[in-house]
Structure formats: C-alpha cells, structure tokens
C-alpha cells in the first residue's frame, strides 16, 4: 500500500527496548506523542562563549519543538546538570524525567572572533550516542545560523530526513489598509529573524521567487504600470528586468531547476500562455496555445514536467505537461476551483490553492491527482510554498473585513501543527529557500 506522508505516524524504534538500530522517528501514518528531549544550557568553554552558550541552545530547542515532532523537557525538571561537554552521561538521570533524546553542546570563541559550537545527540533509552559529535564555525554574527544548522543535523539524525532550519523565506510586507497596501520585497530567517527590505513601496510587487542556488529572486512589479519580471542579486540587491517587449504583461516566473531559464506566463490580448524564457540566449519558447487563461506553472524537482492552471476546461483546474510542452493532462477533479499548484521538492506531491463553496483551503494531491487532501480552511488561504523536505506548507491567511490583514502560516503534511510565522507587518506570498540559504 502506498505509504500516507499526509498524516504522520511517530514509530519510536529504541534499541534498548527492542534491540535494533537507535532511537529514530519514522514519519508514516498516524499520530501519536511529540517525542520528549532534553537540551540543557550549552556550556560555556572560554569567557567569549558564555554570551552565546545559552541562546544557542535555546534556539536549537525552539526548532525542534516547532516542528511539532518533538517536546522540549523544561529545565527546571532536569534532574543532571551538564557541566562539561566531555563528562559522562547520567542516563538514569535523564530516563527519570522521560527524556528519550538528549541534546549536549559546547561553546567557545577564537581570537579571530569566530564562534564555535560542538554537540553531541544521545538515545537516553540504549544509553548511546547518535552518530558522532560534530563542530560548526562561524563568524560570531551568524550564531542563528549555527544554531540552525545544529538543530538540522539533529532534526536528521532523529528523523533520518533532512531538516529545514537553515533556510529563508522571501517575501511581500504589506503595510496599510486594504485597497491602499504598500507592498515590498522582504527576506528574513525561516522563523522571522533577520529581515531585510530588498525594495522599496514605490510600486507593487508580486510573486517572489527563489533560484535554485538561493542566491537570486524572481519577482513581478508594477513599476512600468504593468507586471513585468524582474530578476534580483540577493547579495549585492541589484535587479533587471527580463521583459524584452514593452507593453506585454508577463507574470508567475519560476526558476527551472538547474537554473538556467525560467517559465512564466505572458499575455497578449486578454489571454495568456505559458512560456519558457532561456536566461543566456534571451530566447522565448511557447508551451502552450489555448484560449484559455494559464498560468501559474511550477517545475518538478527533476525538470521533465510542469504543472499549471488553466480554464480550458471551464472552470479552473491543475494540469501536467512535458516541460518542453505538448497536451498536458488534467490531475484536478474534485469539486470547485484550483489554483498556484508548486511541486514538492520530494517530487510526489503538488500543493495547491482551491476554493469551494466560498471557502479557501491549502491542499495537497498525489502527482495524478488521487489523495486530494485539504490541510486548512478560512475566508482566504492562497499560495503555499514547500520547505526545502517537503515536510511543511507556508502559506497566505487574509482576514475577513475592511481592516483585514494577510499574514503568513505554516502547516504540516498531516494538517497539524499550524502556526504563524512572525513577521513584522502584514506578509502575503512567500517563498521558501533552498537549504543552506
């Protein structure tokens, strides 16, 4: 039986009560208890280290718990106080508490200022370590970053899938009333830290989008008074536009997976195609001829096939094509209208926007649309985006009314554990980065 990712099942394989491998959380069906882990305060290994020690640590739980796998034991009820990185173990200690992961961490500085963290992961119940301590460095600015990647090689070594910590997340900040925003570009860490403006409020902006190496946006603006593509140097925040024709509206880009072109939607005379755009030779390609309205097209992790929306059907459904075009196929067949389907990174699934009896819903569906799934439902959820495991949803939530406001949400595959993710205006249309940025 194909195996349900939608819903999860936390199988908790502990070689000290069944004799097998360590401990590990395999993500199946079902659901049962957040898996209980201890992370006590890093200690500190020189003066420099005592400023970051603990607010490493705190951050390394915080990415954990969030994801809802996994429950934090508060301090206050540890039991053994970790003193030194290298002292032994008290695992009756930590069994006491019912901790069945236990996280241990040190920290110092170098005289070039550069911060180093070195943790270890312990099974509690079998009373060994998983795998073998590793060190990050990093310049002591970027200690959220090191945090991140910890809780990554962590969230991995417990789950044996890749974590999603190290990440960002680009955006639109929104600000004013409805029908009056000012909008602009934002990036900032996947849980809301570090958030830079990368345009300003002058004119809208739509859409942004993330290369396939993290280094570059696509996005469309309004500047000209109509949508055109614009292409951003995340680094150096400089930007061109890819429009070859003035006076064509173009819009929805996305990144082909190795990054080399870009699909996207143009329109000519109230009807717009998809299109393949080459970045090095400027040279346009058509993928589709309809009369009808397509758009929002999405690459499969693999670069073979795109998945789009179209109305040719009469109402407004996903389809599949060969990425170098052809008769695409119809995958949506449930009730109502479907839209900003974005291919998961696994590749096995595409999430999606649809709206039914006055409803907006964040789903998910099998690639030949069997397994439909609606993981939320309000007045407006639209355009999730994947992170870099395929594990969680961010999506838009608009409020209802004049002085409604969008913000962004994350959700899992099993429809649980639905948060806000913090942003410090109003938020709408993010996109997830690769992992490692």
């Known amino acids: 039986m194909i195996k349900r990712i939608l819903s999860f099942t936390i199988f908790l394989l502990l070689a000290s009560r069944l004799g097998a491998e360590p401990l590990r959380i395999t993500i199946t069906e079902g659901v049962i208890e957040p898996l209980p882990f201890a992370a006590p305060a890093f200690t500190a290994e020189n003066s420099g280290g005592q400023h970051y020690a603990e607010k490493i640590s705190q951050l390394v739980a915080q990415d954990l718990s969030g994801t809802g796998l996994f429950r934090e034991i508060p301090q206050q009820a540890h039991i053994s106080r970790i003193t030194s990185f290298a002292s032994p173990v008290q695992f009756s200690d930590w069994k006491a508490v019912n901790a069945q992961a236990l996280i241990v961490g040190a920290v110092s500085t170098s005289l070039n200022g550069k911060i180093n963290v070195k943790f270890r ?84 902006v739509l859409a942004p989008r993330f290369s396939p190496s993290g280094d570059r946006i696509l996005f469309t603006s309004y500047e000209t008074g109509f949508p055109q593509i614009y292409v951003l140097d995340i680094a150096s925040v400089r930007r061109r536009s890819l429009q070859n024709s003035s006076g064509i509206m173009t819009f929805a880009p996305r990144f082909a997976p ?148 969008s913000r962004l949400y994350s959700v899992d595959l099993s429809g649980r554990n639905l948060r806000t993710v913090p942003t410090p205006d109003g938020a709408s249309d993010a996109a997830w980065s690769p992992l490692g940025r």
């Open 121 to 204: 992961v312990f099974d509690v119940f079998a009373g060994q370590e998983l795998g073998q301590g590793l060190k990050f460095s990093g310049n002591a600015d970027g200690w959220r970053r090191i945090g991140h990647k910890v809780a990554d090689v962590i969230y991995s070594r417990l789950t044996g899938e890749s974590g999603y910590f190290d990440s960002r997340l680009v955006f639109v900040s929104e600000i004013g009333r409805k029908g009056a925003r000012k909008k602009r570009l934002a990036i900032m860490d996947y849980d809301g830290a570090n958030v830079q403006y990368l345009t300003d409020s002058s004119s809208i």
């Open 258 to 405: 190795d990054g080399n072109s870009v699909v996207y939607s143009l329109e000519r005379g109230g009807n717009s195609d998809i299109y393949l755009l080459n970045l090095s030779s400027g040279k346009n390609r058509r993928l589709t001829r309809s009369p009808a309205i397509e758009t929002g097209p999405s690459f499969s992790p693999d670069g073979l096939q795109i998945v789009f929306e179209s109305d040719r059907s009469g109402s407004q459904q996903l389809y599949v094509m060969s990425a170098s075009g052809g008769a695409p196929k119809r995958i949506s067949f449930g009730q109502g209208h479907y839209a900003t389907p974005v291919w998961s990174p696994r590749g096995d699934m595409i999430a999606f926007t649809k709206q039914n009896k006055g409803r907006f819903h964040i789903g998910v569906m099998r690639l030949d649309g069997s397994e439909e799934r609606l993981l939320t439902a309000s007045f407006l959820d639209e355009g999730p985006t994947w992170s870099p495991n395929g594990r969680v949803i961010i999506f838009t939530r608009e409020t209802q009314g004049a002085n409604g406001t």
